[in-house]
């Protein structure tokens, strides 16, 4: 009975979100693990006399592992695209040539069903996308960020010519996409010209690493991850990123914002991701965020407190915008 108190929350993700209208394609992209959150928007979608379709396909290895092919030409064809699934399809080839052909998307990475029925859904989107599309302007208009933490983060970034991402929870329009019910605001470093610390001290919603049980140190030079310290949850994700044997998994992509009030952090990814007031470093792939790597992996690294500079002014103060 569960699938009653998801309904609303499915409701909002289409009309709030998506402003489906009537006769509109939706392609609802699952898996095995996640197909009950897929029938409940389909449900949704269905009340709002558009045409779900669920195409539901054996769960991905590890986050950004493209799609079947039968999956990604569905895309193209959609006018929505949904993704109830347990690993991220988000940083794929297919996601994006969809969204530059004309559909639009709503990431739904690892949701569970507790997301319908509580907490950052219920946000009020429209009153944070003046946030969220600000902080992103101010990210592409800005040469150098540095980002900084009371945990040790000492972070330089070049942003030089990078477009900034506003991802409010809306998308009603061909071509865009975001996430639900992640609110953030992001640009990609420019690739070979990141130095400094990271020290996540908040979660990784990646690999069944979740909330950070103690802080994990990463050494950053010439844009990519060069040495991680930390406990076991810092040895597994060294692990995963060893184990693709390709040097662009320690690409510095994204440095990223939570601006959601009632996201909370969990262990879930688009919760954790939301969290207003946090920060985050994208690392892999990067295409979909308007930079040049596309690798096996992209994993996000969560701070507590951020203090951000651009073109050395404080435009945030230990988790308080100053704008």
């Not at 006769?23 to 992209?29: N, R, S």
């Not at 986050?63 to 064809?77: H, I, R, S």
């Not at 010519?161 to 865009?176: C, L, S, T, V």
Request: with cysteine.
């Amino acid at each position: 009975m569960k699938e009653v108190l998801m309904y609303r929350g499915a409701q909002r993700i289409l009309r709030v979100c998506a402003d489906v209208k009537p006769g509109e394609k939706v392609l609802i992209l699952t898996d095995y693990l996640k197909e009950p959150i897929a029938r409940v928007l389909a449900s949704a979608a269905m009340a709002m006399e558009a045409e779900p379709v669920i195409m539901v396909m054996p769960p991905r290895e590890v986050d950004g592992q493209e799609p079947p092919e039968t999956a990604a030409m569905a895309m193209k064809k959609a006018d929505l695209i949904l993704t109830p699934v347990a690993k991220s399809v988000t940083h794929t080839n297919a996601v994006k040539d969809a969204i530059a052909g004309g559909s639009r998307g709503i990431m739904l990475t690892a949701f569970v069903p507790e997301q319908l029925i509580s907490g950052g859904i219920y946000a009020d989107f429209e009153a944070q996308r003046p946030l969220c599309e600000k902080v992103a302007r101010m990210l592409e208009e800005a040469r150098t960020a540095k980002l900084t933490t009371p945990a040790g983060t000492n972070l330089i970034m070049d942003l030089t010519g990078r477009k900034g991402n506003a991802h409010p929870g809306i998308a009603r329009k061909p071509g865009q996409f975001t996430t639900v019910p992640n609110i953030e605001s992001s640009t990609s470093p420019v690739e070979g010209k990141s130095e400094g610390i990271l020290v996540g001290d908040g979660s990784i919603p990646y690999y069944d690493i979740g909330v950070l049980k103690e802080p994990i140190f990463m050494t950053v030079k010439e844009g990519k991850v060069t040495d991680i310290k930390g406990g076991a949850q810092a040895g597994i994700i060294s692990g995963m990123m060893a184990s693709q044997e390709d040097p662009n998994v320690y690409n510095i992509a994204q440095l990223a914002f939570g601006l959601n009030p009632l996201c909370k952090m969990s262990g879930v990814m688009l919760d954790d991701e939301g969290v207003y007031g946090t920060a985050h470093i994208g690392i892999g792939t990067s295409t979909l965020l308007g930079g040049k790597i596309k690798t096996k992996m992209h994993f996000d690294v969560l701070m507590w407190k951020p203090t951000l500079e651009l073109d050395g002014k404080v435009v945030l103060k230990t988790g308080e915008w100053l704008i």
